[in-house]
C-alpha cells in the first residue's frame, strides 16, 4: 500500500492542475463561466451524477462494477410515482418507500454476485435491463406529474444560499472519503480489490463487504432518484439512462482502477468536476452540447494512458 | 467438459450435448416458443412475421458475432451501438450524396475497421481494460455522430443502395449475410490458428505467449475483425427501413452483450460460439415478437429479457460449480 500511495497522489495532482487548467481556459472563454451562480446551477446539475459516483468508486476498488445504478434511479422514480399517484401514499411514506426498494434493488446485486459467483459486469448488466424493464412494465411510459410545492426543496431549494443537493453531495463526499480512507472497512475494500483470496484468508469477511457495497450502490441511486425527480418536477421511466457511464467516466479518470484496488474519494471528485466543468464551460462558449461528450471521451482515453505510460516509466 | 473427454464409456451424443450444451437449450428455447405461440396465435408463423423477426435483427446477430469474439478474446466494446449508428449515417450520406453505392457500402466498413484496429491497438499495447477504452470511444463516437448531423434524418437513398431489402432467391439479404458468416465465423475460430488463437489468449495470456503466440498482434486482429462485423451490421442497419434516424440507437451494445452472453459466450474468456450467439439474437427477436402476439405489453419486453438474461447465467454458474 505505502508503495501504491505516492503514485495516487500524483495521478490526482495532475488531474487537480488538469482540473485548474481547463477552469482558467473556460474562464477566459465565457465571462459568464465563472459566476457563482453557474457554478452552484452547476453543482446542483453534478449531485445525481456524483452521489452515484461515490458508490461506484467502492465498487470499482473492489474489482467490481456497477453498470445497474442508472436502471435502479429510474426504477426508483417510477416506484415514488406510483406509490403516491396511483397507489395513494402520503408522498413522503412513498419516498421512503420507493428509497427502500432501490436499496433492495442494489441488495439484490450483491447477492447474486456473492451468493451465486456471478462476475458483477454480467450480473449487474442482468439488472440493468430487468431494473429498466420493471420501470417501463409498471409505468406503461406514463410520466407522473403535479408533485406538491414543498417536494421541490430537494431539487431546487436552497440552505444558505447553496443548492439542498450539494450539501448532500458535500456531506455524502466526505463521508465515503472518511469511510474509504480511514475505516477498517476502507482496508477491506481495498485489499479486497487488490487480492480477493488473500483477503478471505486474512480474515475479512469478503462477501459481507462486497454486499454492503453494492447495497450503498443502490441507495445511493435511489437517494439521486429522489432529488431527480424533485429536480425536472416530472417521473418518467426513461430517468438516468446511460448515467453509469457517466459515473464510471468520473470515477475511472480519478485514478481508480478498473482492476481494483486503487483509488480515492478524491480523486472521484475532482473526475466530476473536471467533466462537469467542460460540459458547462464548453457549452458556455459556443460548442454545442454533443461536443463536449466527445472532449469528455478524449479526456478520459488520454487521462488513463498518461497514468498508464507514468506507471510503465517507473517500473510499475 | 474434460470429464466428458476424458471417459470412453460416453457416448457420442452426451459429448456433443455437453459440448453444445448453451447452443442446444436455445435453440429448444426458440422451437418451443415458436410451437406454443404459433398455437395461440397461428399468425405469428405467418410469413411476414417470421420475416420481419429474422430479417429485422440479422444486423443484431451480425454485431453479436464480432462480440462474442471480443469476449472470448477476454475483452468487451461498450461503444458498438455507436459505431453501428456512425456507419449507418455515413453510408446514407455518401448515397444520398451520389457516390457509387460500393462506396457507400465500403468506405464505412473500412472506418469501422480502423476505429477498432485503433482501440484494439490501445488496449493491447498500453494494457488500458478495454472497458474503459470503449468508453471513451462511445463517448466520442455518440457526440461526434450528433455534433455533425444535428440529428437531422437522411431520406431519399438511391434504391441499388438499399442491400438490407433486397431478396436473392426470395430470401432477404439480411438473412442471407447473418447465416453466411454465422457459419463463416464459426469455422474461422475453429479450424484457423487464428480462432485457436483467439480462445487461447481469452484463457490465459501468457500461456497463450508461451505458446508461441502474439497476445498483442491478436487482439487487435479481433478489434479489427469486430470492427468489420459491426461494419457490415450497420450497412444492414443503414438500409433496412427508408430512413436513417443519424442517432445512436439506445441500449444496442447491450442487446449486442447479451445476445453473445446468453449464446454461451464465457463473459471470463476463451470459451464459447458464434453459433450460439446468432441464435440467441434470434431469440431475443423471437420473445419480442411473440410478447406482441400473446397481448402482453411491449412495454415488458426488456424485464422479460432481463430476467432470462439472469437465468441463464445463474445456470451456468451451477453447471460450471457442478462440473468443479
Same mark, same amino acid.
Given at each position: 500500500?505505502?508503495?501504491a500511495?505516492p503514485?495516487?497522489?500524483?495521478?490526482e495532482?495532475?488531474?487537480a492542475?488538469?482540473t485548474?487548467?481547463?477552469?482558467?481556459?473556460?474562464?477566459?472563454?465565457?465571462?459568464?463561466f465563472?459566476?457563482?451562480?453557474?457554478l452552484?446551477n452547476?453543482?446542483?446539475?453534478?449531485?445525481?451524477v456524483?452521489l452515484?459516483s461515490l458508490a461506484?468508486?467502492?465498487?470499482?476498488?473492489?474489482?467490481?462494477?456497477?453498470?445497474s445504478?442508472?436502471?435502479i434511479l429510474?426504477?426508483?422514480?417510477i416506484l415514488?410515482?406510483?406509490?403516491w399517484?396511483n397507489?395513494g401514499?402520503?408522498l413522503? $411514506?412513498?419516498? &421512503?418507500? #420507493?428509497t427502500?426498494? @432501490?436499496?433492495?434493488a442494489?441488495? +439484490?446485486n450483491g447477492? !447474486?454476485?456473492?451468493?451465486?459467483?456471478?462476475?458483477?459486469?454480467?450480473?449487474?448488466?442482468?439488472?440493468?435491463?430487468?431494473?429498466r424493464?420493471?420501470?417501463?412494465?409498471?409505468?406503461?411510459?406514463?410520466?407522473v406529474?403535479?408533485y406538491?410545492?414543498?417536494?421541490?426543496?430537494f431539487?431546487?431549494?436552497e440552505?444558505?444560499?447553496?443548492p439542498f443537493?450539494l450539501w448532500?453531495?458535500?456531506?455524502a463526499?466526505?463521508?465515503?472519503?472518511?469511510?474509504?480512507?480511514?475505516?477498517?472497512?476502507?482496508?477491506?475494500?481495498?485489499a479486497?480489490? $487488490?487480492?480477493? &483470496?488473500? #483477503?478471505?484468508?486474512? @480474515?475479512i469477511?469478503?462477501n459481507? +463487504?462486497?454486499?454492503? !457495497?453494492y447495497t450503498?450502490?443502490?441507495?445511493?441511486a435511489a437517494l439521486?432518484?429522489?432529488?431527480?425527480?424533485?429536480?425536472?418536477?416530472?417521473t418518467?421511466s426513461d430517468?438516468?439512462?446511460g448515467?453509469?457511464l457517466?459515473?464510471i467516466?468520473?470515477?475511472?479518470?480519478g485514478?481508480?482502477?478498473?482492476f481494483?484496488?486503487r483509488?480515492?474519494?478524491i480523486?472521484t471528485?475532482l473526475?466530476?468536476v473536471l467533466?462537469?466543468?467542460?460540459?458547462n464551460g464548453?457549452a458556455?462558449?459556443?460548442v454545442?452540447?454533443?461536443g463536449?461528450?466527445?472532449?469528455?471521451g478524449?479526456v478520459l482515453?488520454?487521462?488513463?494512458?498518461?497514468?498508464a505510460?507514468?506507471?510503465r516509466?517507473?517500473?510499475? | 467438459m474434460?470429464?466428458?473427454?476424458?471417459?470412453?464409456?460416453?457416448?457420442?451424443?452426451?459429448?456433443?450435448?455437453t459440448?453444445?450444451g448453451?447452443?442446444?437449450?436455445?435453440?429448444l428455447?426458440?422451437?418451443a416458443?415458436?410451437?406454443?405461440?404459433?398455437?395461440?396465435?397461428?399468425r405469428?408463423?405467418?410469413?411476414?412475421?417470421?420475416?420481419?423477426?429474422f430479417?429485422g435483427?440479422?444486423y443484431i446477430?451480425i454485431a453479436?458475432i464480432?462480440?462474442s469474439?471480443?469476449?472470448?478474446?477476454?475483452h468487451?466494446?461498450v461503444?458498438?451501438g455507436?459505431?453501428?449508428g456512425?456507419i449507418?449515417?455515413?453510408?446514407?450520406?455518401?448515397?444520398?450524396k451520389g457516390?457509387?453505392?460500393?462506396?457507400?457500402?465500403s468506405v464505412?466498413i473500412l472506418?469501422?475497421?480502423a476505429?477498432?484496429?485503433?482501440?484494439?491497438?490501445l488496449?493491447?499495447?498500453t494494457?488500458?481494460p478495454?472497458?474503459?477504452v470503449?468508453?471513451g470511444?462511445?463517448?466520442i463516437?455518440?457526440?461526434?455522430?450528433?455534433?455533425?448531423?444535428?440529428?437531422?434524418?437522411?431520406t431519399?437513398?438511391?434504391?441499388?443502395?438499399?442491400?438490407?431489402?433486397?431478396r436473392?432467391?426470395?430470401i432477404?439479404?439480411?438473412?442471407?449475410?447473418m447465416?453466411?458468416?454465422?457459419?463463416i465465423?464459426?469455422?474461422?475460430?475453429?479450424?484457423?490458428?487464428?480462432?485457436?488463437a483467439?480462445y487461447?489468449?481469452?484463457?490465459?495470456?501468457e500461456a497463450?505467449?508461451?505458446?508461441?503466440?502474439n497476445?498483442?498482434r491478436?487482439v487487435?486482429g479481433?478489434?479489427?475483425l469486430?470492427?468489420?462485423?459491426?461494419g457490415?451490421?450497420?450497412?444492414l442497419?443503414?438500409?433496412?427501413?427508408?430512413?436513417?434516424?443519424?442517432?445512436?440507437?439506445?441500449?444496442?451494445?447491450l442487446?449486442v452483450?447479451t445476445?453473445?452472453v446468453?449464446?454461451?459466450?464465457s463473459?471470463?474468456g476463451?470459451?464459447g460460439?458464434?453459433?450460439g450467439?446468432?441464435?440467441a439474437?434470434i431469440?431475443?427477436?423471437c420473445?419480442?415478437?411473440?410478447?406482441?402476439f400473446?397481448?402482453?405489453?411491449a412495454?415488458?419486453?426488456?424485464?422479460v429479457?432481463g430476467?432470462?438474461?439472469?437465468?441463464?447465467?445463474l445456470?451456468d454458474m451451477?453447471?460450471?460449480?457442478r462440473?468443479?
Amino acid at each position: 500500500m505505502t508503495g501504491a500511495q505516492p503514485k495516487l497522489l500524483r495521478h490526482e495532482t495532475v488531474l487537480a492542475a488538469l482540473t485548474m487548467i481547463a477552469m482558467a481556459v473556460l474562464a477566459s472563454l465565457s465571462d459568464k463561466f465563472f459566476t457563482a451562480d453557474n457554478l452552484l446551477n452547476q453543482g446542483r446539475l453534478m449531485a445525481e451524477v456524483g452521489l452515484i459516483s461515490l458508490a461506484m468508486t467502492f465498487v470499482i476498488v473492489t474489482g467490481g462494477i456497477d453498470l445497474s445504478v442508472g436502471s435502479i434511479l429510474g426504477l426508483t422514480a417510477i416506484l415514488l410515482g406510483v406509490f403516491w399517484k396511483n397507489l395513494g401514499l402520503p408522498l413522503p $411514506a412513498a419516498i &421512503v418507500l #420507493a428509497t427502500v426498494c @432501490g436499496t433492495f434493488a442494489g441488495f +439484490v446485486n450483491g447477492l !447474486i454476485i456473492t451468493r451465486f459467483g456471478v462476475p458483477p459486469l454480467i450480473a449487474t448488466l442482468a439488472t440493468l435491463a430487468l431494473y429498466r424493464g420493471l420501470a417501463e412494465g409498471i409505468s406503461e411510459a406514463r410520466s407522473v406529474r403535479g408533485y406538491p410545492e414543498w417536494f421541490f426543496f430537494f431539487g431546487q431549494g436552497e440552505v444558505l444560499g447553496v443548492p439542498f443537493q450539494l450539501w448532500v453531495l458535500g456531506l455524502a463526499t466526505a463521508a465515503a472519503a472518511v469511510i474509504l480512507g480511514l475505516t477498517p472497512f476502507g482496508r477491506a475494500t481495498y485489499a479486497i480489490g $487488490a487480492n480477493e &483470496v488473500a #483477503a478471505r484468508f486474512s @480474515g475479512i469477511r469478503v462477501n459481507a +463487504v462486497k454486499l454492503w !457495497i453494492y447495497t450503498a450502490s443502490g441507495f445511493c441511486a435511489a437517494l439521486a432518484a429522489v432529488i431527480f425527480v424533485s429536480r425536472v418536477t416530472t417521473t418518467r421511466s426513461d430517468m438516468g439512462t446511460g448515467l453509469e457511464l457517466d459515473a464510471i467516466t468520473a470515477v475511472v479518470l480519478g485514478g481508480t482502477s478498473i482492476f481494483g484496488g486503487r483509488g480515492t474519494i478524491i480523486g472521484t471528485a475532482l473526475g466530476l468536476v473536471l467533466i462537469q466543468a467542460l460540459k458547462n464551460g464548453l457549452a458556455l462558449s459556443g460548442v454545442k452540447g454533443d461536443g463536449a461528450i466527445v472532449v469528455i471521451g478524449l479526456v478520459l482515453i488520454g487521462a488513463i494512458l498518461v497514468g498508464a505510460l507514468f506507471d510503465r516509466n517507473r517500473g510499475g | 467438459m474434460s470429464s466428458a473427454a476424458l471417459s470412453p464409456g460416453r457416448s457420442n451424443l452426451r459429448r456433443f450435448l455437453t459440448g453444445y450444451g448453451q447452443e442446444i437449450v436455445v435453440l429448444l428455447s426458440i422451437a418451443a416458443l415458436f410451437a406454443v405461440v404459433g398455437a395461440v396465435s397461428p399468425r405469428f408463423l405467418s410469413d411476414t412475421n417470421i420475416n420481419s423477426i429474422f430479417a429485422g435483427n440479422a444486423y443484431i446477430a451480425i454485431a453479436a458475432i464480432g462480440m462474442s469474439m471480443i469476449i472470448m478474446a477476454g475483452h468487451i466494446d461498450v461503444s458498438v451501438g455507436a459505431l453501428i449508428g456512425v456507419i449507418a449515417t455515413i453510408a446514407g450520406t455518401l448515397a444520398v450524396k451520389g457516390y457509387p453505392v460500393w462506396m457507400a457500402w465500403s468506405v464505412p466498413i473500412l472506418f469501422a475497421i480502423a476505429v477498432n484496429a485503433g482501440v484494439g491497438t490501445l488496449v493491447a499495447y498500453t494494457r488500458i481494460p478495454s472497458i474503459v477504452v470503449t468508453l471513451g470511444m462511445l463517448s466520442i463516437l455518440k457526440g461526434g455522430l450528433i455534433s455533425a448531423t444535428q440529428g437531422e434524418w437522411i431520406t431519399n437513398m438511391p434504391a441499388e443502395f438499399m442491400i438490407a431489402q433486397m431478396r436473392p432467391f426470395g430470401i432477404p439479404s439480411a438473412v442471407w449475410f447473418m447465416v453466411a458468416l454465422t457459419f463463416i465465423a464459426a469455422v474461422f475460430l475453429r479450424y484457423t490458428d487464428f480462432g485457436r488463437a483467439v480462445y487461447a489468449v481469452g484463457g490465459n495470456m501468457e500461456a497463450a505467449r508461451a505458446a508461441g503466440i502474439n497476445p498483442e498482434r491478436t487482439v487487435i486482429g479481433v478489434f479489427a475483425l469486430h470492427g468489420l462485423f459491426a461494419g457490415i451490421a450497420g450497412i444492414l442497419f443503414a438500409t433496412q427501413l427508408q430512413v436513417i434516424q443519424s442517432t445512436v440507437p439506445p441500449n444496442l451494445e447491450l442487446t449486442v452483450i447479451t445476445a453473445s452472453v446468453i449464446g454461451g459466450v464465457s463473459i471470463l474468456g476463451g470459451a464459447g460460439t458464434v453459433i450460439g450467439s446468432t441464435l440467441a439474437a434470434i431469440l431475443f427477436a423471437c420473445i419480442g415478437s411473440a410478447l406482441i402476439f400473446l397481448n402482453v405489453s411491449a412495454y415488458w419486453l426488456r424485464a422479460v429479457l432481463g430476467l432470462m438474461i439472469l437465468a441463464t447465467v445463474l445456470a451456468d454458474m451451477a453447471r460450471r460449480r457442478r462440473a468443479r
